[in-house]
């Protein structure tokens, strides 16, 4: 399975950042960045540069959908999927207009979580 060597969690939940994070390590993402605002989220972003982000919606200061469009003008290549508790028709358009590849919705099941951003990896990340 090819995947991303790093990723930022951007959430302002400590119990979502923490649970993701054991995904990403399961599947193999060696570096994992966490941010608990959309401002740490975009300053994570320059300096780490990671190839996956996990960008929660609901943020306070920035919310993920203002975080979006900065992190897309830094590098237009980003790898974002947007995290949400309520994912309603309108929020998921807006962030795949924004430039989000997919979201997941936090009470999904891990088991769900996991084979959904294995195919995302498999999409982008393949070994050429």
């Known amino acids: 399975m090819a995947n991303p060597n790093s990723a930022l969690i951007a959430d302002d939940e400590k119990h979502i950042r923490s649970y993701v994070r054991l995904i990403l ?9 966490e941010a608990n605002d959309g401002a740490s989220a975009v300053e994570s972003y320059r300096e780490n540069k990671p190839d996956l982000v996990l960008l929660d919606i609901n943020m306070p200061g920035m919310t993920g959908l203002e975080v979006l469009p900065i992190i897309l003008e830094m590098d237009p290549e980003a790898v974002v999927v947007m995290l949400t508790g309520h994912a309603s028709r309108h929020l998921i358009e807006g962030s795949a207009k924004a430039g989000a590849v997919n979201y997941i919705r936090k009470d999904t099941p891990q088991q769900e979580i996991s084979d959904m951003l294995t195919e995302l990896f498999n ?4 070994e050429d």
């Open 123 to 126: 999409e982008i990340y393949e």
């Open 25 to 33: 390590n399961r599947l193999g993402v060696e570096e994992v960045y």
